[in-house]
């Protein structure tokens, strides 16, 4: 079993940054991905950024050039450094680590306004 726990978040304007944060403890498998999706109100849970442990990157196209995701894999940690942040990106972000399954965070809300 695998726990998450998220830090980081909160109001920004637009324009700004934030950094969110999210440490894995358990049964860590060395082959895994972790990463970050985010739901809006009223819309769908949908992927952000995620990193295997060999390095590989996936973004939303939304976010690309905008969001960097890393990861420290001797602490299991993941990061999102968000900048230029956009009233669109308010939503809950929540975090995940995936092996043969996916476990996620317990989702940390993100606010930009205008």
């Known amino acids: 079993q695998v726990q998450l726990v998220e830090s980081g978040g909160g109001l920004v304007q637009a324009g700004g940054s934030l950094r969110l944060s999210c440490a894995a403890s358990?049964?860590?498998?060395?082959?895994?991905?972790m990463g970050w999706s985010r739901q809006a109100p009223g819309k769908q849970r949908e992927l952000v950024a995620l990193?295997?442990?060999?390095?590989?990157?996936t973004y939303a196209d939304s976010v690309k050039g905008r969001f960097t995701i890393s990861r420290d894999n001797v602490k299991n940690t993941v990061y999102l450094q968000m900048s230029s942040l956009k009233p669109e990106d308010t939503a809950v972000y929540y975090c995940?680590?995936?092996?043969?399954?996916?476990?996620w965070g317990q989702g940390t809300q993100v606010t930009v306004s205008s």
């Open positions: 995940f680590y995936r092996d043969s399954k996916t476990t």
């Open positions: 990193m295997a442990n060999g390095g590989a990157t």
């Open positions: 358990g049964s860590i498998f060395s082959i895994n991905a």
